[in-house]
Nanobody, 120 residues
Framework: QVQLVESGGGSVQAGGSLTLTCIASGSIFSINAMGWHRQAPGKQRELVANIISSNNTNYADSVKGRFTITRDYAKNTVYLQMNSLKPEDTAVYYC??????????????WGQGTQVTVSS
């Protein structure tokens, strides 16, 4: 089993910044990719950003230029630096990781989610 634990959510005013952190632990042989998704009330979960390698990152159009995803491979940790936050960024943010587990299975694991609230 793989566990993902997120932290860093909270409430901030528009224009502010937050950094989310997600640490993966458990039966990890290797991690193929890590990323962040979000789900706002009444909306479907959507990809925010993911990182496969330092040269291979993807961002939703709505966050390009404002959010930055980075990864610490040694610590099995992924970060999401969020700047110039807008009220429409308000959502529960979920960490996801595509993990090659020690038992040989490759599957995606999810964190429990962390709330980000941006007020105008």
């Amino acid at each position: 089993q793989v566990q993902l634990v997120e932290s860093g959510g909270g409430s901030v005013q528009a224009g502010g910044s937050l950094t989310l952190t997600c640490i993966a632990s458990g039966s990890i042989f290797s991690i193929n990719a890590m990323g962040w998704h979000r789900q706002a009330p009444g909306k479907q979960r959507e990809l925010v950003a993911n990182i496969i390698s330092s040269n291979n990152t993807n961002y939703a159009d709505s966050v390009k230029g404002r959010f930055t995803i980075t990864r610490d491979y040694a610590k099995n940790t992924v970060y999401l630096q969020m700047n110039s936050l807008k009220p429409e960024d308000t959502a529960v943010y979920y960490c996801a990781a595509l993990v090659h587990e020690t038992g040989g299975i490759v599957r995606r694991s999810w964190g429990q989610g962390t709330q980000v609230t941006v007020s105008s």
